[in-house]
């Protein structure tokens, strides 16, 4: 699977919008973005996915970039719930089972 | 609740014994997947059921470590002679065919 890059930590204050960045220079045409989160004590949770176009679900907005080679998960306004770590990972539409999670970056919200 | 359900949450065992870990996929789901998560790691994957089928178990350990997804009841997933490295939390996701994975609140597996 190729590989992806995310910040190891972001912070953000409560109903303020929240931009976590993703590079994965070696993507493939195959190659879904899929975004999950870990919060503590629990398993991760589905986010969001896609392939080539923004998109939006009642979580967040996927913003992917023209040529592929980054991603933005947004979370539109953040809430305390959403302090978790995020996981970037890219799934090749040929194995989609073998989720393979990085480190995340750790999102702390502020009061 | 219609989720993934992992039980027991939290497992205790002595060097040598044996872990039997629940999972219940969510209602409809055909595909079962294994994850285990060591402290201050990210989650491995371990291997891949669909019901009484292994399609790939490349991440599981080659000894001790089993897997069945039976035509009834829940998966399981079993370690015989439990070592103190196996200590973690293992994490069991759902799924239909080319659907996100939906996981459980896991089982946290202590050896002592």
């Known amino acids: 699977d190729a590989k992806t890059t995310q910040p190891n930590s972001m912070e953000s204050n409560e109903e303020e919008p929240v931009h976590l960045p993703c590079n994965h220079s070696?993507?493939?045409?195959?190659?879904?973005i899929h975004w999950y989160r870990q919060l503590p004590s629990q398993g991760p949770e589905y986010v969001i996915h896609?392939?080539?176009s923004n998109v939006n679900n009642r979580m967040a907005s996927l913003a992917i970039a023209e040529d592929r080679k980054s991603s933005t998960l947004i979370l539109h306004r953040a809430t305390l719930r959403d302090a978790a770590v995020y996981y970037c990972?890219?799934?090749?539409?040929?194995?989609?089972?073998?989720?393979?999670f990085g480190k995340g970056t750790l999102l702390t919200v502020n009061p | 609740n219609a989720g993934v359900m992992q039980n027991p949450r939290h497992l205790v065992r002595r060097r040598g014994q044996e872990a039997r870990l629940r999972c219940s996929p969510m209602?409809?789901?055909?595909?079962v997947y294994w994850y285990r998560q060591l402290p201050e790691e990210g989650l491995k994957f371990m291997v891949y059921?669909?019901?009484?089928?292994?399609?790939?178990e490349s991440g599981m350990p080659k000894e001790r470590f089993s897997a069945e997804f039976p035509k009834e009841g829940p998966s399981i997933l079993r370690i015989q002679q439990v070592v103190r490295g196996d200590s973690a939390a293992y994490f069991c996701?759902?799924?239909?065919?080319?659907?996100?994975?939906?996981f459980g609140d896991g089982t946290r597996l202590s050896i002592l």
């Open positions: 209602k409809g789901h055909s595909h």
């Open positions: 070696t993507i493939s045409g195959t190659d879904y």
């Open positions: 996701a759902s799924s239909n065919p080319n659907q996100p994975q939906h």
């Open positions: 990972i890219l799934i090749s539409g040929g194995s989609n089972y073998k989720l393979t």
């Open positions: 059921l669909q019901k009484e089928n292994i399609i790939d």
């Open positions: 896609g392939l080539t």
